[in-house]
Every structure is written in C-alpha cells, then in structure tokens.
C-alpha cells in the first residue's frame, strides 16, 4: 500500500500479468470465466461514513463472497495496526480471518477495494493456483481480482496530487488498467462510468492504450503497416527481429516455416503455418483470430 509515498507507473511487471492471465483461462476454462461477464457493482460494495464499521465490513465482504461463488466461505473481518493494507489467514474453512490496516477506519470508501484482493486470495487458495514466488503470487490475485470484476475497485483506490498519494495492490495503475481493459474488451464492458478517481481513469486510458496494442501485433491482420512490413523481412529471413512477438519454427522436410504469437486475449501462444491469410483459433479462450502468416 502506498500511503503518501512514490507510486510507482508504467509497466514493469507486464509479462507476469499476461502470465497470470494465462494461468487464469487455462485453470478456470472458458465456460467458468464466461460466469464472471457481470462486474461488482457500486451500489453492492458501497461504504460510507455513517455506516457501521464492522457491519459495513462484514456486509461488503459477503457480496464479494458472493461474486466470486465461494457460498460455503464466511470471512471475519478486523482492524489493526500494520505495513501492509491487509491479511487473510489461508486455513481450511469455511471461516476465514481478514485482517484490514486500521487506516480504513477513516478511509471506509477503499474497505472494498483492499476486502477484493484478499477474497480473491481465498478463491485462489480453493483453486490450488498460485505462483511460487511470493511477489508473482500477489501480481497473480490483482491482476485474477481485476479480471475476474472486482479489480475496478483497487484501481478506483489510487488517488495521487502534489500533496498526497494513496494506491492498494502490486500492480502499477496503468497495469489494473490494462488487466481492466482486457476484461472490458472481451465482455463489452465500460467499468470507467463506476470511477470516483481522475487519476484511475487517466490510467485505464493508458492500460486501453496497451491492450488494443496486443490486438494490433503481426500476424494478426489488424496490424498497421510498418508492422506488417517488419514481419515480411522477418519471415524471408526466417529470424524475428529483437522484442518482437512471433517466431519462426521449420516444419516438415520440405522447408516449410511455422510462426507462433501469443492470443490477444489469454496469451497462450498460438502455433500456424506461414501461409497467407487464415483464421485461427485458440484451444484456451476460443477467440478466432484472423491472421496474414
């Protein structure tokens, strides 16, 4: 939690999103994550100043339960003093201790925000998907919790002037608002109109910026020109150029070229035959893509 500190920006840890990302579709399959097309609303996790601390709490906890189908979880919810914004005791269940920083006692309108993340730890847990290390595991639950419609509310969090700055979770703003942007182009969604937060709006623009980039990468018929003419140099060459997102693979005796590419969706790598214009479709998300190999 960065409380009155630097926060960071860009995109330092965008290859263990799209990895996470990928683990997600592959873990959940595509019928699951299709149960996720509707995001949190507003209206569910709101807070305000005149509501009961701990009732609130606990309130805005079981609509989270609820969104992410953990029916048999029960989470307790407490305050204390400590670094980060909060904790939750990974046991058996069904009841689960959620620990909240003590700064949400006069900051309630961000409980849902910090509640998000450590929920989704819980389902997480039940899914037994995670990664080994420790900082790729909390990228991991930010970028499920956004992708999964409750990461709006960790983005909406993030708030920063000359004279203060507050943001919750590993991810940079502009990373939630690229995993957010990715939602919103795979169900149609517009999550900016639920913003509070100038500064959270300014990066989902951004992360929309970058996520549209995915859909625009050769071979993929929707890249622009230049891209199109560095992948024909490559492709003669049999050799893609440095950073670039394709490679080459031979095929068969006869010399014939495979490229592989990541989906613009889920990330999985997708592998074709260089032959000219066709659709492909991904075995993960089932997105058809159309491509000039």
């Given amino acids: 939690m960065a409380n009155d500190g630097p926060v960071e920006h860009g995109y ?3 290859e263990t999103v799209r990895a996470s990302i990928t683990a997600l579709w592959k873990r959940l399959s595509y019928d699951t994550v299709q149960t996720f097309s509707a995001s949190v609303a507003p209206a569910d996790v709101a807070f305000c100043d005149t509501d009961d601390l701990h009732l609130g709490a606990q309130r805005v906890a079981r609509e989270l339960v609820r969104h992410y189908r953990l029916p048999d979880a029960r989470m307790i919810v407490g305050f204390r003093e400590m670094t980060y914004a909060a904790n939750v005791e990974l046991a ?5 201790f959620v620990e909240l920083n003590d700064r949400f006692r006069t900051h ?3 409980i849902g925000a910090a509640l998000a993340h450590e929920v989704m730890h819980v389902y997480l847990h039940r899914l037994g998907l995670s990664f080994p ?5 909390e990228i991991l639950t930010d970028t499920a919790t956004t992708y999964l419609g409750a990461g709006w509310l960790l983005l909406d969090a993030y708030r920063e002037d000359a004279a203060s700055s507050q943001k919750l979770g590993y991810l940079t703003p502009e990373e939630f608002g690229y995993v957010l942007a990715k939602r919103a182009l795979m169900f149609g969604e517009d999550p900016s109109v639920w913003f509070t937060s100038p500064q959270a709006y300014t990066a989902y623009v951004k992360g929309m910026g970058r996520a549209r980039e995915d859909e625009q990468q050769p071979p993929l018929t929707a890249a622009g020109w230049a891209g199109r003419r560095r992948y024909a ?3 003669r060459a049999r050799t893609p150029h440095p950073g670039a997102p394709y490679a080459f693979s031979p095929e068969g005796e006869a ?3 495979r490229v592989s590419f990541p989906c613009p969706t889920c990330h999985q790598r997708i592998r074709v035959p260089v032959q000219g214009r066709m659709r492909a479709r991904c075995a993960v998300c089932r ?3 159309e491509c000039d190999t």
């Fill in 233 to 235: 140099r490559d492709r």
């Fill in 255 to 257: 010399g014939g070229l």
């Fill in 133 to 137: 290390d420790l900082r790729e595991n």
């Fill in 108 to 110: 309630r309108r961000d």
């Fill in 287 to 289: 997105t058809v893509l």
């Fill in 92 to 96: 058996a269940g069904p009841e689960y």
């Fill in 12 to 14: 330092p840890h965008l």
